[in-house]
């Protein structure tokens, strides 16, 4: 590449090729042997998955390794990674209209409702603006986009209904017959059926159940004996729970919708184990997946011509499902991981929350996922409710109060005691009576009091405590009210709420552009014209200070109204497009970097470096290297040392090297409300008790261009230390400086 490893070069070629970019390869730092049994480690994981991700890459598979001193390609794993290839290749070929999509939803746990749910996401919305969306696109979905009845409710209720243990122990023929009966008793007024069913056709739009009925022997012809020996030993008759019957014939737990040419599939992932033990699997290493599981995916996979469905792709629509939590490999799939299976060569489009980065990277690298991320949804203040809200104004009472204080001290620990919240307040108080219980009126009022202060400051804390309030819809635009929530949350006091709304209504008027912040800062004029009075010094600098922030402002609320690429993801992941990558996170946590959503998400953050983790490690070898310099010279420290910078090495330790520079130069991280490194702040002289030491800092070509970011910061650092009004002996990189200048 022209650039190196450049972000802006790498993505700017790839989105211009519009291809998935899948990364193959052996390993060159670890034997054949050594990935069998532990997966792939260290150093040799940075190359091989996290810095291509950083570029977009994806279905990562490892061709081989070493052998003795020679590289080894594993023949089945180059199979795998033709397969894989070819079903990109056949997704992009298909035109849109013969595309067979299947959409995977999740039901844990089971029978409590939970069918259609995930994380942070109103699965049966996203799914309908989904099929809407693929309708637009050219996609079969029947009558689905058009019937004014449809709806994503009625498909996860019906789903519901096939997942009942009755039903699925009926067989797949009684399915059909088992929604139609909720959808009659719907129409008749049962309450205990969804409402949503009582719909003409149910809300359906036509779709109907396909269910298949499979012996092991068939699913042994699917699966290969191998690994149909497994499950059947891990599977005794006896506990495959519901959907076996005495002729161990495996009912699927699915529901396909189909229409005229095409058909496009919903259905529910099957639980990893039984119910009464559905997480069976993550707790028994030598498990396989249950029965229903397996032949789920692989009936899924299956060639229609073979009697399957010849799924095209698959949706996991949401965070998060299990098939890349399956046994197996924990890094670098080989023929006995469990995913590497079960998703053969299918294409995985997996639409995940974009603030689980750490997760998402499972789904990524076991699951061959093409992330797609969808945002989290508004923030919204705790508030405090029912006991909590009469404990609070009891306290209130008890601080603005002087006459009847002492009376309610009984009131206000009973309150306590209720809420559950006497050991979230410790308490230094010990009087007992002869009941051994607690006397409040020998308490000394002081005593009291301060506790009381401490219950009131966690009250308080209780109720600002913010958290994700509602659910998002797939490539939702946000409403003001909810961009009001998210500015609101990120600026905090910063900013007024009548100047978040200000910049809400100006985003409505003007779209973001070279143009659009001259016209902000025509609008901040304005502003200040109007409202800061007679433009003393006083208003200008507090206008000056404001209008970064308003800038800011109004730049988070043009990226959050592109939520609607979150829909664009997941068709550019269909078309076997390249979604472009992007890092994981939080928006008041990590910044804007992780907006706009509809990205491929990895977990690396440059601007995060170094990490905390890896600063109390650099700080400790600098400390090291300055204490065995001084004790082979006579307690003297070093004036120059050259510390190299890796790209590989600080990806792996999360910038250690840099640690390493920034301790000895006398220097540290400065990090921003959201925990990005913005500054390395020089540390005076008094506080670091020696000298400043000067660093030959040497750059890889890797690390130059992965973190270009904080070559800027170093550069900026060294030079204020050139500067620094220091004397030359305690700032050894002024002092060479000045040498320099003197030459």
């Known amino acids: 590449m022209e650039a190196g490893r450049n972000v802006d070069v790498a993505a700017a070629l790839l989105e211009s090729m519009d291809v998935p970019y899948i990364v193959a390869s052996p390993l060159l730092l670890q034997s054949i042997p050594m990935w069998q049994s532990n997966g792939v480690l260290g150093l040799q994981s940075v190359v091989l998955y996290s810095l291509p991700e950083l570029d977009g890459a994806i279905d990562t598979v490892v061709l081989g390794g070493l052998v003795g001193d020679k590289i080894a390609l594993v023949p089945e794993r180059v199979r795998k990674v033709c397969s894989r290839l070819r079903g990109w290749v056949n997704l992009r070929k298909t035109p849109p209209a013969d595309r067979k999509i299947s959409v995977m939803l999740y039901g844990f ?10 994380a942070l996401l109103d699965v049966p919305n996203s799914l309908e603006q989904l099929l809407k969306r693929l309708h637009e696109e050219g996609y079969n979905v029947g009558d689905f986009a058009t019937d004014p009845d449809a709806s994503g409710q009625s498909l996860v209720a019906a ?13 797949s023929d009684k399915m059909q017959s088992a929604i139609e009966q909720r959808m009659e008793r719907a129409r008749n007024g049962d309450e205990t059926v969804p409402e949503t069913l009582a719909k003409p056709g149910g809300g359906l739009a036509g779709a109907t159940v396909l269910g298949k009925d499979m012996n092991f022997d068939e699913l042994e012809k699917m699966l290969g004996k191998y690994m149909a020996k497994k499950v059947r030993k891990s599977w005794p008759e006896k506990e495959r729970g519901p959907g076996m019957n005495m002729k161990a014939q495996l009912y699927l737990l699915l529901m396909h919708c189909f229409f005229t040419r095409d058909v496009y599939a919903v259905t529910v992932q099957p639980l990893l184990g039984v119910e009464g033990d559905p997480m069976r699997l993550l707790f028994e290493r030598d498990l396989t997946p249950h029965p229903q599981y397996t032949a789920a995916y692989e009936w899924m996979r299956l060639p229609e011509e073979k009697g399957g469905f010849g799924t095209d792709a698959v949706i996991h629509l949401g965070m998060h499902g299990t098939v890349e939590w399956l046994p197996g490999q924990p890094l670098g799939n080989d023929r006995q991981s469990w995913s590497d299976e079960l998703l053969g060569g299918t294409p995985n489009v997996y639409v995940y929350a974009a603030n689980n980065p750490s997760e998402s990277i499972l789904a ?22 029912l006991e909590l809200a009469n404990l609070k104004d009891l306290v209130n009472e008890y601080r603005s109060g002087e006459d009847s204080r002492s009376d309610l001290r009984d009131a206000i620990w009973g309150s306590c005691e209720r809420a559950g919240i006497t050991a979230d307040v410790p308490y230094n108080f010990s009087v007992e009576n002869s009941e051994g219980e607690l006397d409040l009126s020998a308490v000394k009022v002081e005593d009291f009091d301060a506790w009381v202060a401490n219950l009131s400051n966690y009250l308080v804390t209780l109720e600002e405590r913010l958290f994700s309030s509602g659910l998002h819809t797939l490539g939702g635009q946000p409403t003001d009210k909810e961009l009001l929530s998210y500015l609101n949350a990120y600026f905090d006091d910063k900013l007024s709420v009548d100047e978040l709304e200000e910049v809400i209504a100006l985003s409505h008027e003007t779209h973001k552009s070279t143009e659009s912040s001259n016209s902000f800062l025509s609008w901040l004029q304005s502003f200040a014209d109007n409202f800061m009075g007679d433009n003393s010094d006083d208003s200008r600098t507090q206008t000056s200070d404001d209008e970064p922030l308003k800038d800011e402002a109004l730049k988070i609320v043009e990226l959050l109204k592109r939520n609607t690429e979150e829909m664009d993801g997941v068709v550019t992941a269909l078309n076997g497009g390249y979604v472009k990558p992007c890092p994981g996170g939080d928006l008041l946590r990590d910044g804007t970097s992780v907006l706009p959503t509809g990205r ?11 990490s905390e983790g890896a600063w109390t490690r650099g700080q400790r070898a600098a400390e090291e290297i300055l204490r065995q310099h001084q004790d082979s010279n006579n307690g003297a420290f070093p004036e120059t040392i050259a510390v190299t910078l890796w790209g590989l090495d600080t990806i792996k330790t999360r910038g250690e ?17 959201t925990g990005r490194t913005v500054n390395f702040e020089l540390v005076p002289l008094e506080e670091l008790g020696r000298p400043r030491v000067d660093v030959l800092a040497s750059l890889s070509g890797i690390f130059r261009d992965s973190f270009a970011n904080v070559v800027d910061l170093l550069d900026d650092m060294f030079e204020r230390c050139s500067i620094a009004e220091e004397s030359p002996d305690m700032n050894y990189i002024k002092k060479h400086c000045l040498d320099l200048e003197a030459t």
């Open 109 to 118: 746990p089971p029978n409590v409702g939970a069918v259609g749910t995930a």
């Open 600 to 610: 491929n998400i990895h977990a690396l953050d440059p601007y995060r470096m170094p």
């Open 364 to 385: 990524k690298r076991r699951g061959y996922g093409t992330l797609v991320s969808y945002n989290v949804p508004p923030y919204g203040r705790a508030g405090l409710y």
């Open 657 to 673: 090297a840099i640690a390493i520079v920034l301790a000895l130069v006398g220097a540290r991280p400065v990090k921003e409300g």
């Open 159 to 171: 789903l519901a209904v096939c997942s009942e243990n009755s039903v699925i122990a009926g067989g």
